[in-house]
């Protein structure tokens, strides 16, 4: 599929999803969605793809879903068209690791875009934010959900309720981003972290992202009995004999994803 919207490179077992509508601050709109939940399932059906990125530009990784495509609707037409949802719903199902590389403005559903992602690496001009509230609306795709999760109910009821930006240092303080970088190294620390997971063996690293989504849909107890059954579950893989071999034997391990 040709894309309008966003860009794909694939390299090194790592794709890269740029979005790519300037003139809209990579504003999320109906088909950049469609075309981005087409990239990612090509990327988790392409063997040769063992890890992704989706970033934007320098001044925005996502200013927001389209002010403009969502002005007019009506209530009706709201609900029935269930903007998003079929598009969201393809993003979670996506079992490869995505980190969201995100420089400048992450807003609305551009920050619950980056939330989407397994982890967030942000750029010192990173500024993020739930500013739905000065339009009249609230955030509508995990910007009172996951947030709140994630930094807590303070901060999340902040940012909601006030439309406040959070600056780097603040969401990587909060647990909002997992670390921050100058803006001329963004890519380069995601696609090092990316390069750092593709070596892994991709069933642990499945296993990984399965078990740390858990934790937010189940109990704790439910959640350490997953964790500690897929644990032992990894032990009738090739990849658990070579990781462990090669520790003791000095050397790097090799893994086949067996
Ligand atoms: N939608 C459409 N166009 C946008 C958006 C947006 N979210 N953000 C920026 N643009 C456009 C501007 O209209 C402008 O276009 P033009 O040049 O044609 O006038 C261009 O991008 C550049 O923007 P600015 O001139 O405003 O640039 P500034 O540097 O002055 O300001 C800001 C940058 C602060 C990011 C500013 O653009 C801004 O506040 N943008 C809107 C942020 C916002 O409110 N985001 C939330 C949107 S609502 C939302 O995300 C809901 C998600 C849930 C969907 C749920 C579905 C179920």
Redesign the pocket.
Known sequence: MAYETIIVDVENHVAQITLNRP???N??NDELMKELADALSAAQDNEKVRCIIITGSEK?FA??????MMKDKSFVEAFSGD???PETEQIMRIRKPIIAAVSG?A????C?LAMMCDFIICSETAKFGQ??I??G?V???GGTQRLTRIVGKSKAMDMNLTGRFMDAEEAERSGLASRVVPCKKLLEEAQSAAQKIAEKSMISVMVVKEAVNRAYEVPLREGLLFERRMFHALFATEDQSEGMSAFLEKREAQFRDK
Not at 63 to 68: K, V
Not at 107 to 110: C, I, T, V, Y
């Open positions: 003139d809209a601050l504003a999320l925005a200013a927001g879903a389209d002010i403009a903007l998003f949802t403005y807003l609305g559903g551009g619950e500013p739905e000065n339009l609306v955030a509508g795709i």
